[in-house]
């Protein structure tokens, strides 16, 4: 199956081919339309920090689920 070296090589590789290159194309512009139907809310820090950590700990946690976990011969 996999060894832990290649997993996190290709975490790893992951992490830098994503990188924060999309990050600006996701970005909504400076200024938008007056008659817009969606308006701009600005979210907290800490909120935006806490989605980040809970969504890569799901995604640890199906990585661990799917590739680590060995289920107990009965």
């Known amino acids: 199956m ?3 070296k290649m997993l ?3 975490l790893t590789a992951l992490v830098l081919l994503t990188g924060t290159s999309g990050v600006a ?3 909504m512009p400076a200024h938008s339309p007056q ?3 969606f308006h701009h809310i600005e979210q907290p820090l800490g ?3 806490g989605v980040a950590i809970a969504g890569l700990a799901l995604i640890g946690l199906e990585f661990w689920w799917f590739l680590l976990y060995k289920s107990p011969e009965s």
Request: positive net charge; proline residues 0%.
């Open 8 to 10: 996190w090589g290709s």
């Open 35 to 37: 008659n817009s139907q």
């Open 47 to 49: 909120l935006k920090v």
């Open 2 to 4: 996999f060894s832990k």
């Open 25 to 27: 194309l996701a970005e």
